[in-house]
């Protein structure tokens, strides 16, 4: 019978356990699944939700740009759930409230 610390003495590694934790997990299950079922709502959604990424600036000097910061929202753990629930709220308003959103593109 082999015991489980002699295992390790001879060359084979226990399995490592692949438990992951997202602290992020039930905040993105909450934004996957809501779907805006109110014409305010939806329009405060899309109104806070920003169509594209607001940090992306090039600085310039002089006419020249001399530095260029990149688009930091990539480094939001919930940017694509956001972006979702934005695109959810447009077409909430455009197909069930019959809205004109081009204002809001």
Known sequence: MSHPA???LHGLKPARSSFKLDLFQPIRNFLNT??????DRAKQLVK???????????IALFGRTVAHIPPLCKL??????????RFKALCY???????DISAFI
């Open 6 to 8: 002699s295992a390790s």
């Open 93 to 99: 308003l455009a197909d069930e409230c019959g809205e």
């Open 76 to 85: 939001n753990p919930l940017y694509e759930e956001l972006v979702m629930l």
């Open 48 to 58: 806070l939700i920003p169509a594209q990424c607001p940090f992306e600036r090039d």
């Open 34 to 39: 809501y779907a805006p079922q109110r014409p």
